[in-house]
């Protein structure tokens, strides 16, 4: 008997533009879109801290190293955090579950900033009873 849904945030919960990431925080450092997608996305840094692997103190730091400038901690978590938009589609899904007793759960590979956001921004992280997150 199905007692349990586990959902993923990104592009389930909320979508999100990688692109408007990387401009938003090359504006930070006058760097283009596409140089900061080279530095975060294709150097494998981005999954690091989405994983984990890097605290927001620790991303932010190399940050600052690679484009050799200070960049303020606040603003750059918030350049790469304002990437969602909800989907609203998902929610009456939820409720639903939620109606018919179901526990729901979050299991994503979502670094803290990500999650922080979505639930500050959004009402649908509180629709679950447990986060399973990086």
């Known amino acids: 008997m199905i007692r349990t849904f586990l959902f993923d945030m990104g592009n389930v919960l909320a979508f999100f533009s990688h692109a408007k990431m990387c401009e ?15 530095l975060l996305i294709e150097s494998g840094k981005q999954w690091e801290y989405e994983r984990g692997q890097l605290t927001p103190a620790e991303f932010h730091q190399w940050f600052e190293r690679e484009v050799d400038q200070s960049v303020d901690f606040d603003a750059l978590a918030h350049a790469g955090s304002d990437i969602f938009e909800l989907n609203t589609s998902i929610l009456p899904v939820l409720d639903s579950l939620k109606a018919g007793g179901y526990r729901l759960v979050l299991l994503s590979n979502t670094c803290v900033s990500h999650f922080e956001f979505v639930w500050n921004q959004y009402d649908v992280l509180q629709r679950f009873d447990d986060y399973v997150t990086s």
Do not use: D
């Open 24 to 38: 938003q925080m090359g504006h930070l450092c006058g760097r283009s879109e596409s140089e900061i997608r080279t």
